[in-house]
């Protein structure tokens, strides 16, 4: 049966690693973490290594004799030893063969990372050797308070291990430390031996029943609990000799003497599972945050174009595109032997007017030529969808729900709105010029259907020759009126309401409507989008150095992993 894939797994459990390593200076990371990782890359590359000889793990907290067990299973004094707290600070392999460099290249894939070790050829020794090469492997304490910075090698090594071996003194094996150490790697039931060292005369027979009620009542079953003494003068010497270590290398000998046991796939799947959501908690709060953002933004976008089409569109002071569209199609109606001369007059009468009125405008109140009540509204409402926003997004930043998410979206809020309102208000400008060419097409379906009703069309052309007259009376008076410059206002209003007497206005009434329609969709399409599509981005420009780099579909990806692999026995 093939094994599950785990390309996606392994490689959001590293990013995971990592990005707790970023967030406590590159020592402080969950435990569990750096196990499943390691067992996962057992399952990549333990193929690769088939002539690896058996990897005997020797761990204990501070000041247990590890490196002295270490030396009884090498039956050589390779590993040293002293009385210090916290002596060995780097893991050293010996092994106890020749040391070859395909040895060293699995050993390196195996460990992964760059891991601070030694791989040393043990030297040769007439005391107790295994029967076959392996490699004895001497880890730093687990329970110092300098273990910060070097702690995660052991559980690395516990994934290598075909053979653990517990080291703890009578003084340390109710530790706390010991038996978490014991419960994380007891997941994936590697053989375990355990080393009750330094123990005093009589003292065997007392403490010996009590540490197996310990493990029985943890559920974990080592394959067996070796007592040695504690000796002073030359202790190498006389621990070789002593009948308890001939036990201990007995059953050393005998486990690994083994066909070796497989990892199995199942458990390091149920391993995964169980931890799975302590490990992802932050990743998922940011996940869920980046949702919420994503509702908060479609809510505001549905409300702002809610209130556009209350304030403007439904609005009875603003008729801008309606009057535009009538403008043109005074324009289409010129009567024809007038046509020109007509446009040229208007032409000139009004071309000094529109100039000033231009140069008496401030900037803000022509951007592309567009008409002032909407430009007004729509760069209105645009400040209020992204400064909404902001309020939201601050109120989560003092709530619970990914704070620290929250405060860094603020922070890009606070930097990069004044932007957005600034394209945005350019947005405008150019939405008011391209919808220019609706009003066009309008204007061309009214004269249209006009062309069907001659009479209709004739009677408004008479009209509109007088309300020419007018406008040109007016544009001497006053040199001009209106937002767009448009000269013939008056006339305007006249003519519109002689267009809904007609048989036009039903017409006129359903062209309105349909402006309105394509008005409000240029708007979301054209304005408030592409500033809904700014505000989702923001969250990418985020500073990654504090938040995770795994997308929720990778994410996603990965759990189904861990649930296939689960299920894979």
Known sequence: MAEPPINTVHTVLSELLEHQRRLHGGHLEEQSLVYAQAL??????????????????????TQSGKSTVVNLLLGCEAAGVSELAGFTRTVQGFATGPLSAGLAACTDRLLGEPADYSLLEAPEHHGFRAEKPWVVWDTPDFDSTASHSYRSLVPMLCAMADLIVLVASKEKYGDLSVWEMLRLIHSVRRPLLVCLNKVTEGDEERLLP????????????????????????????????????????????????????????????????????????????????????????????????????RDYLQNPHYHEVLQQTVARLLELMEVPALAVAMTRVRSLLTWPARKLVAALKPPAARPGGGSGGEERILVSQAEEFAHGLARQAGQMAQSGGGPTWWRLLLTRLEQETPAMIDRTGAAIGSYQQEFEEEIERAARRLHDHLQHHPTTLNSLRAARLTADAAAVVLALK?????????????????????????????????????????????????????????????PERMDRNVLHNISSSRFREASEEVERLAESG
């Open 478 to 538: 006053t040199g001009g009126i209106g937002p767009s410059d448009f000269f013939l206002a008056p006339a305007l209003l006249s003519f519109t309401s002689m267009l809904a007497e007609t048989s036009l206005g039903r017409f006129m009434g359903l062209e309105e409507q349909r402006l309105k329609e394509r008005q409000k969709e240029a708007v979301r399409r054209r304005v408030f989008g592409p500033l809904a599509d700014q505000l989702l981005g923001l």
């Open 40 to 61: 996962l890359r057992q399952l990549r590359e333990r193929h690769t290594c088939p002539l690896l000889p058996p990897q005997v793990v020797v761990i204990g907290p």
């Open 210 to 309: 009590v540490l197996k009620e310990k493990f029985a009542g943890e559920g974990i079953a080592p394959e067996s609990i070796h007592a040695l003494p504690y000796l002073t003068g030359s202790p190498h010497r006389s621990l070789l000799q002593h009948p308890a270590t001939a036990g201990l290398l007995a059953a050393a000998r005998e486990i690994t003497g083994r066909p070796a046991m497989p990892l199995q796939t199942a458990a390091i799947g149920h391993f995964l599972k169980k931890h799975w959501q302590d490990w992802s908690r932050d990743l998922r709060a940011e996940h869920e945050a980046e949702k919420t953002w994503q509702r908060m933004v479609a809510t505001a976008l549905t409300e702002t174009l809610r209130a556009y089409g």
